[in-house]
């Protein structure tokens, strides 16, 4: 079978999950394009080479989607046939007053203040990242999505720190 007919998760070979070995994933990236590389396929005919550049770009994208968790939970949701409404808003009233607080905390903050903050909002996406594994093996596709958003809003945050004091953004 095409690797163009198969999800993202066939490709690689992984199992369908909130958190995927990113190492496993690197490995399988560079197997993959060794395999389908255009490069490779120099003296095929134009149609084979059409195939190789369609398949390598689907696997650049299923590479890019997996690595990141928004993108891989905002795909599961989407291979799932979970409609995501973009003019539905973000409704969790509580969440959204701490996303103001934080603002002003990272807003105000002093340098010597950045990591702890930082560790605080990491936490609270691991906390987060344990429920929607719940929510992905339950299938309650909504609170997914709601919980990605507020993911979303943190790497926000964490991206705002960063600007403020020049830090790498990674989580």
């Known amino acids: 079978m095409s690797p163009l007919n198969l999800t993202y998760f066939e490709i690689f070979d992984v199992e369908i999950n909130i958190s995927i070995d990113l190492n496993d994933l690197d490995s399988k990236y560079l197997k993959l394009q060794s395999k389908f590389h255009p490069d490779k396929f120099v003296n095929a005919s134009s149609i084979e080479k059409s195939m190789a550049v369609r398949i390598s770009t689907h696997i650049n994208d299923g590479y890019k989607t997996l690595k990141d968790l928004v993108s891989r939970v905002d795909y599961i949701l989407k291979i799932n046939n979970f ?7 973000f409704k969790n009233s509580k969440f ?6 934080l603002t002003e905390i990272i807003k105000d903050s002093e340098k010597s203040k950045y990591d702890a903050i930082r560790m605080d909002i990491k936490n609270k996406i691991s906390l987060l990242i344990i429920e929607m594994k719940n929510n992905l093996f339950n299938k309650d596709f909504d609170i997914l999505h709601q919980n990605n958003s507020m993911i979303k809003f943190y790497k926000k945050n964490i991206n705002q720190l ?4 020049g830090f790498n953004t990674d989580i």
Not at 83 to 89: H, L, P, R, S, W
Not at 96 to 101: F, K, T
């Open 83 to 89: 409609i995501i409404d973009e003019n539905k808003t």
């Open 96 to 101: 959204l007053v701490e996303q103001m607080e």
């Open 162 to 165: 960063s600007m403020k004091h």
